[in-house]
């Protein structure tokens, strides 16, 4: 093989590496984008501070009410105290972070009472972005007792 033969073939081999590069980069550069797109479709609040209605307060400053939505899925956490009766609205979650079509119910464990009885709450966050206890098990008491609301749901 003459040295002309030899450029020429070093040449066509330069030649295919560059096409090879310029396709990855266009290759990476759609990765690129799918994952932007991914990321933004996932968007992230981070915690907010959820406002208490009247009179709520938190449990404690480690336990204070916040609530944040990744993508669809809203997530609730914290507890309150200060509640006097069942049916009572503790907080309300705004626009965009509310069930659309029905409320979620849910269970949720509170202060244990005397003799070491478990104490059982049924909560619900309703279509409006109430978050309500909507009744307390049997012997419970209201007050000062810790009533935690984490939970998280799928919004549409």
């Known amino acids: 093989m003459t040295v002309f033969e030899r450029l ?3 040449e066509a081999t330069v030649n295919g590496l560059n096409t090879d590069i310029s396709n990855l980069t266009r290759h990476l550069t759609s990765v690129e984008e799918t994952v932007e797109e ?11 501070d959820l406002p208490l209605a009247s009179g709520i307060q938190a449990y404690s400053n480690a336990q204070t009410p916040k609530y ?12 309150v105290t200060n509640i006097q009766n069942r049916d009572t609205t503790i907080a309300t ?20 009472r005397t003799g070491n009885f478990a104490m059982f ?8 972005g109430r978050i309500k206890l909507e009744a307390i098990s049997d012997g419970a ?3 000062n007792k810790w009533f935690p609301i984490t939970c998280s749901f799928v919004i549409e």
Do not use: C, H
Not at 100 to 111: G, L, M
């Open 141 to 143: 008491a209201f007050g």
């Open 93 to 112: 979650l705004p626009a965009g972070f509310r069930p659309a079509s029905i409320s979620y119910p849910y269970v949720q464990n509170t202060s244990i």
């Open 38 to 48: 991914l990321l933004n479709a996932e968007e992230d609040t981070g915690w907010l």
């Open 8 to 10: 020429d073939a070093l």
């Open 121 to 128: 709450s049924r909560m619900a966050v309703g279509t409006d």
């Open 68 to 79: 944040r939505k990744i993508g669809k899925i809203v997530f609730i956490r914290g507890a």
